[in-house]
């Protein structure tokens, strides 16, 4: 039987994690219709969480992080899959409740699968991975609620990491005109090759909550949440919104009802875990359509298995800059 290196994390007495490089085999894997061969994976926030254990996402131990997977079948039960097709899987309480990606081999369902469009290599496939997914479902949401570039700029808070990075790149692709917030200065180059159109530092987001300050933005992009998010609702155009995506400074929100009924601006969140198939799809033939690869690759790093584990350390303390893609498996076509 085949075994296979995986990064394992274990909980001990006292209810700390910990996390080692392993060998598994076929047999510890969990139920699912579709084995995968893992080509590729990436270091998201929540695989830091879990790493660290600063927050409890992981529910069944022990786990497999990993909520990305670039991957080959090897084997399948469900007629949709077949050995030889090229997959991604993003979301779906892997690396949470269901073993996930930093392991040669993994057990999913097919449900989960989508075909992964052949212009995009497994590398570029994790460059995007659950951050692409969830920037190009804000889109989707910013653009239904009939906001549009030539409504303002919109702002990018945590624009230095992976999701904001993304967003930064995919929103100026798209023509907005994009404010980066970053308490890294030293990214500002970085951002700026990605599309941004002005990069400023986190000063103004942090600080006493004026309810209404000056309005500066048709639209935001948040990653960040806590304090920092009422900032940015505080200083939203009429009728501007923001997408809340993430959590990086606190899941507490602590601002002021006035932007909303005052000038009727709105909160939107984002959750890329549970969209649906056909949504996911979409986004992902888009994506391969319209990515500038070109700058894809400029933001992302591409590290061995055996560095993950500090690399979701490094996450956490907001110290990994771009996309981080773990190789695990053939990088190649
Ligand atoms: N909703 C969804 O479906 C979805 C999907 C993917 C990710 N997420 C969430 O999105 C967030 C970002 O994920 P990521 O993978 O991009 O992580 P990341 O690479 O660590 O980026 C987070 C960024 O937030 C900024 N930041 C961190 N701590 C901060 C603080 N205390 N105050 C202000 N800014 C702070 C930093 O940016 P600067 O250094 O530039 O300031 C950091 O690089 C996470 O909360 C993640 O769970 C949600």
Do not use: Y
Request: charged share 20%; glycine share 12%; aromatic share 4%.
């Amino acid at each position: 039987m085949t075994d296979f290196a995986a990064v394992l994390l274990e909980r001990n007495g006292e209810g700390a994690t910990s996390a080692r490089l392993a060998r598994l085999a076929e047999a510890d894997l969990m139920d699912g219709d579709v084995t995968l061969a893992v080509r590729a994976s990436a270091v998201n926030f929540k695989d830091g969480l879990a790493v660290t254990g600063r927050l409890p996402v992981v529910r069944r131990w022990p786990m497999v992080p990993g909520v990305d997977a670039a991957a080959t079948v090897i084997a399948s039960d469900d007629t949709r899959w077949r050995p030889g097709d090229e997959v991604i899987l993003t979301g779906w309480g892997v690396g949470e409740t269901h073993l996930g990606a930093w392991a040669g081999r993994m057990r999913v369902s097919g449900d989960w699968l989508v075909r992964r469009p052949p212009t995009l290599s497994p590398v570029e496939a994790m460059a995007l991975g659950t951050a692409g997914v969830t920037v190009a479902a804000g889109l989707e949401r910013l653009a239904r609620h009939g906001l549009s570039p030539a409504d303002g700029p919109v702002v990018v808070t945590g624009a230095a990491g992976g999701v904001g990075s993304l967003a930064v790149l995919l929103l100026a692709d798209a023509g907005w005109s994009v404010t980066a917030v970053t308490g890294r200065p030293e990214e500002a180059e970085r951002l700026r090759a990605l599309g941004a159109a002005e990069v400023i530092g986190r000063e103004p987001f942090a600080g006493p909550l004026k309810p209404l300050a000056r309005e500066r933005w048709a639209a935001a992009f948040d990653t960040v949440g806590s304090t920092v998010l009422a900032h940015v609702v505080s200083m939203l155009k009429p009728g501007g919104a923001a997408i809340a995506c993430g959590n990086a400074a606190g899941m507490d929100f602590p601002a002021s009802v006035a932007p909303f009924i005052l000038r009727g601006v709105s909160l939107i969140g984002v959750d890329s875990v549970r969209l649906p198939a056909a949504q996911r799809e979409a986004i992902w033939q888009r994506l391969s359509e319209t990515v500038d690869r070109r700058r894809l690759a400029a933001m992302t790093q591409v590290i061995p298995l055996d560095a993950a584990i500090d690399a979701a350390r490094r996450i956490v303390d907001g110290r990994l800059a771009g996309r981080t893609v773990v190789a695990i498996g053939n990088l190649d076509g």
